[in-house]
């Protein structure tokens, strides 16, 4: 037996050591082992040996401690069985001998390996795919494998019982610690001497050849992960693949915008094919459990869209597997392997990113890609599935490689992102706006907002750096998030700083896009900025940017030590510097459920802050949603997809905004502007369909806090004035996982194939909507002015003064309808297009006049509906150009009356009426010999058609100032009990 399964399985294990090494080189994983090697050992220790990650689920994760354990322990039976199959009947382990000890600990882990064997097969059970179809974890996994390996184990450890208990009666095993085997022995005992040698070696037969037939099915099935989890968690990125993005690189080596001219005709920008995946990449694929644990936390997976993590992982890995024959050829002999060979050649020539139909999946039969665009284009990088892997696969670095091939070489890519790659190459911001508009925030503040370059010279003068971010200057929502910190960092005592227009996007948009360049670019432009005015200490309200400066400037030699607004908020209230006001209009009774931003949480650990900043608002009352803390479901507006339209399954943000409804709350916290926008979106839509009480609201933490300074109301209604909460809907995701709670403390201040199919990925609702003042379109009427506040703060204005020159507000999209993204242009004409422009199918269907809000005292007016998407022409990229080899766009037509608030200097209110039918696009313009680089457009620019025209603005109602919100009881985080 041992010369037929030995060296089939040494054979597997060849083929996959030479696979996995045939990946392109990692060499930061080796040296994330050799120069840290304590923690690589720690991280083994805590993550193998203590199964950690695996022990966030309670009921799975601690069968599978078990059935671990029984593997090592019980290999110490092995070594006794070949001693007594090759050696004297009464063999024992040398030195250890049959200490009672070890005796004990093998038939303890052996029942203990029976009992978590059965709770496997029920925990599959209850949760079959033929039951509960993609709800079900394992929906798509290898089944039959799985009971397979089930039965295997059984087997293993009644063969066990079986020889050990013959060999006791026949006085060959004298173990006292053994007592299931002496009690096996004692039920043999009456038997002759001849048929308990038989029993004896029919048990050593079959316990050996039970293990040899289960290491072949472990080595050729997903079972692997037995052998491969543990190399895969020593290499896995420190401490977790989330935070910054994974470094652009080509054969191991770092790619800069600074390498471009140097770089030879080999290099590949990102993931193409699956060879051009490092070999950790291979190792990940290699070592997937199909456990589901991703699949089961994936906001898009759960609201019907293509992409599950564990699919994905599952596609990449079959292809690889049936590529491998060609990649492990030599280069002089793989045209002759392909001669004939039907199969491998389908294999060679299959895209890794293509239309796949409706399998979105590697279909072995077609010659479709291996994942659909759709799936591609889904993720929100969340990263909630990188959070529950336990063999610590990379998902979310591998979805953003392949992102940067189809934008940097392919030019394939939701034709939306268009807009957010011109506004950050022409503006630095993804509206396109003005840089001159960047302060307009700070208008009407009753205290000077220091500028750095103007008022003062550096950071060296201040505390802080107040990292105002592209939403908190333009999107009126966000705005009010930014004008409350700067009002509480004043009335603490806190100085700071702002760069004014000399800030820029920190780019985290266009990275998770996948484009690389515009992200350096805008990045190195930052840097420059920091090293002049010594920047050291950054506070940030976003938690996007907040995430990319903390952890991506390092690449560009920059340390800060960077806090998010509520960690600095939190710090101000525990020092005494900051002081919610205990009775008054501010404590008025309500409550209140906090939204956990992604890149705040799962990315930065970052829970507790916020949550300890709610507790301490008098009057509050504290509701945890199911879904919270690092089970917290993604708004929807992560991974660029802020800036793409949804068009697959339900949106994301209603799905997250039902939860937050469902807990009865008045009042959504919030700590970063697009987790913002997303459920004030979700909440509109709610709310116009009577799902949600109309004074129910989306405000930030820093707003309500602001409020509670000031002994304000943060709330346009009296409590309970709107009527009962409805119902919760009851999540149709099986939420298996208990929270493993990582939290910061409070103390703690760091730690397509072509353009039209990957457009109807889904996604996020847009912010390329104008920005609107309104908190959401339900907002009406403040009672702020009304409210007698206690013991006020000394600082100025209400909370939600904007300066005397705010714009009037837009009504917000409905969130059902497919919303238009019409980026804010700037007072002056957008430059002649982008990078990566793409051309759109067909010209933009007329667009409706938008009505203004009604009254205040009404009832929330309704939404108009935008116009719909265009969706992007069928343009022919197949012919293997670079993106470098195309030709540049037609010069674009000059953009409608921007929205005022948009312009540098103001322009006069447009007069009410319909708004402008928008131009056709123009057809591609044909390739020209050169680039004329003096337009101000991009050097990268592609053909692309003239946008469509957009609307002139309406006039409508200014919105009411908002209110403020109040204290309450500090809420204990619920983690519900998961199903197994």
């Known amino acids: 037996m041992n010369l037929i399964a030995l060296p089939i399985v040494g054979r597997r294990l060849w083929f996959l050591f030479r696979l996995i090494r045939n990946g392109q080189p990692a060499p930061d994983r080796i040296e994330g082992v050799t120069g840290r090697l304590g923690r690589a050992i720690k991280t083994e220790v805590v993550e193998v040996l203590g199964q950690r990650r695996l022990l966030k689920w309670t009921i799975p994760g601690t069968a599978h401690f078990f059935t671990f354990w029984a593997f090592v322990i019980l290999g110490t039976v092995y070594v006794e069985a070949y001693g007594v199959m090759l050696g004297p009947d009464n063999f024992a382990i040398p030195v250890i001998g ?10 303890l882990i052996a029942l203990a390996v029976l009992v978590s064997i059965v709770t496997f097969a029920v925990i599959r059970i209850r949760n079959a795919p033929a039951k509960l179809g993609r709800q079900s974890r394992f929906k798509g996994s290898h089944e039959f494998g799985a009971y397979l390996v089930l039965f295997f184990i059984f087997n293993v450890v009644w063969t066990l019982f079986l020889f050990r208990g013959a060999a006791e ?5 004298d173990n006292p610690g053994a007592f299931v085997s002496n009690a096996v022995g004692s039920m043999l005992g009456g038997l002759s001497d001849g048929a308990l040698e038989f029993l004896e070696g029919l048990g050593l037969v079959l316990h050996i050849g039970v293990m040899l037939i289960f290491l072949i099915e472990v080595v050729h099935s997903k079972h692997l992960h037995i052998m491969a989890a543990p190399i895969n968690v020593l290499f896995k990125r420190q401490p977790i693949a989330l935070g910054a993005a994974k470094p652009l690189t080509s054969a191991g080596k770092p790619i800069t915008l600074d390498d471009i001219d140097d770089l030879d005709e080999d290099t590949t920008f990102g993931v193409g094919a699956v060879e051009d995946f490092t070999w950790k990449g291979i190792l990940d694929f290699a070592t997937c459990t199909e456990c589901g644990r991703c699949q089961s936390q994936c906001p898009a997976w759960n609201t019907e869209k293509p992409l599950s993590p564990k699919l994905m992982i599952m596609a990449m890995r079959d292809a690889s597997f049936a590529k491998a024959p060609y990649l492990l050829a030599d280069e002089g002999k793989r045209e002759a392997l392909l001669e004939g060979n ?10 890794l990113v293509g239309d796949t139909g409706d399998d979105w999946f590697y279909m072995p039969e077609s010659g479709a890609g291996v994942i659909d665009p759709d799936v591609l284009w889904s993720c929100v990088t969340c990263g909630a599935c990188v959070n529950q892997c336990p063999v610590d696969i990379e998902h979310v670095d591998h979805i953003v490689d392949m992102r940067r091939y189809q934008v940097l070489v392919e030019s394939n890519f939701p034709s939306e992102l268009n807009q957010l790659f011109r506004g950050l190459e022409n503006n630095g911001n993804p509206w396109n706006m003005s840089p001159n508009a960047r302060l307009d925030w700070a208008k009407g503040l009753d205290f000077e907002v220091k500028v750095v370059g103007e008022s003062i010279e550096s950071l060296d003068e201040v505390d802080w750096l107040f990292w105002v971010g592209c939403a908190g200057a333009y999107e009126d929502r966000a705005k009010k998030t930014t004008r409350a910190v700067a009002e509480l960092l004043d009335i603490a005592g806190v100085s700071f700083g702002v760069l004014g227009t000399g800030e820029t996007c920190t780019g985290d948009s266009a990275r998770r896009a996948g484009n690389e360049f515009v992200f350096q670019g805008l990045a190195q432009q930052n840097v420059e900025t920091f090293q002049e005015y010594k920047v050291k200490k950054v506070v940030s309200t976003c938690a996007h940017c907040f995430n990319t400066l903390k952890n991506e400037y390092k690449e560009f030699g920059v340390e800060l030590e960077v806090v998010h607004h509520t960690q600095l908020l939190n710090r101000l209230v525990r020092e005494g510097k900051l002081t919610p006001v205990r009775d008054g209009a501010g404590a008025h009774q309500r409550s209140i459920t906090y939204h956990d931003p992604c890149y705040i949480g799962r990315h930065n650990g970052v829970y507790t802050p916020p949550r300890e900043l709610l507790q301490v608002l ?3 009352e504290y509701v945890e949603m199911e879904r919270s803390a690092e089970r917290s479901f993604c708004c929807g507006a992560g991974g660029a997809r802020m800036w793409m339209e949804e068009n697959i399954g339900e949106r994301i943000n209603v799905n997250r905004t039902v939860e937050a409804v469902g807990t009865g709350a008045d009042q959504i916290a919030v700590g970063c ?29 820093a707003q309500m806090l602001l409020a509670s300074v000031k002994g304000e109301m943060a709330t346009r209604y009296a409590p309970g004035s709107g009527g009962a909460a409805p119902a919760a809907r009851s999540t149709e995701t099986k939420a298996e996982p208990e929270a493993g709670d990582e939290t910061q403390t409070a103390d703690t201040v760091t730690e397509t194939a072509d353009a039209g199919p990957a457009a109807q990925a889904s996604g996020g609702s847009s912010l390329f909507d104008t920005p609107a003042d309104s908190e959401t379109a339900t907002e009406d009427k403040t009672v702020a002015e009304e409210a007698q506040a206690a013991k006020p703060a000394s600082a100025g204005g209400s909370l939600f003064d904007l300066g005397g020159d705010e714009e009037k507000p837009q009504p917000q999209a409905e969130a059902q309808q497919e919303v238009a993204h019409t980026a804010s242009e700037a007072s002056e004409p957008a430059a002649t297009g982008s990078l990566f422009d793409i051309a759109a199918d067909e010209p933009s269907q007329d667009v409706q006049p938008a009505a203004a809000p009604q009254e205040a005292q009404e009832a929330p007016a309704e939404p108009a509906a935008a116009a719909p998407t265009t969706t992007a022409a069928e343009t022919d990229l197949g012919s293997g150009g670079s993106l470098f080899d195309i030709a540049p766009s037609e010069p674009e037509a000059a953009p409608a009356a921007a ?4 312009e540098a200097k103001p322009a006069a209110e447009p007069e009410p009426g319909p708004a402008a039918e928008p131009e056709p696009a123009a057809k591609a313009a044909p390739a020209q010999p ?8 991009s050097l990268f620019d592609i053909a692309a058609p003239e ?19 109040e204290p309450g009881p500090a809420p204990s985080a619920t983690d519900g009990k998961p199903d197994p």
């Open 98 to 107: 049959h200490w009672w000890i070890l005796g004990f600990a093998q038939d």
């Open 947 to 965: 946008p469509a025209a957009e609307p002139e603005p309406e006039p409508v109602a200014e919105s009411p100032s908002e209110p403020e919100p």
């Open 899 to 902: 929205a005022a608030e948009a």
């Open 169 to 173: 009666a026949l006085g060959n095993f």
């Open 673 to 701: 502007p697009f987790c913002r926008v997303m459920l004030s979106d979700g909440l509109t839509a709610q709310q116009d369909k009577g799902e949600a009480r109309p004074e129910v609201e989306v405000l930030d933490v």
């Open 930 to 937: 050169e680039v004329d680089l003096s337009s101000g457009g």
């Open 342 to 351: 039907d199969t491998l050649t389908k294999e060679v020539e299959r895209p």
């Open 618 to 620: 008098p009057g509050a």
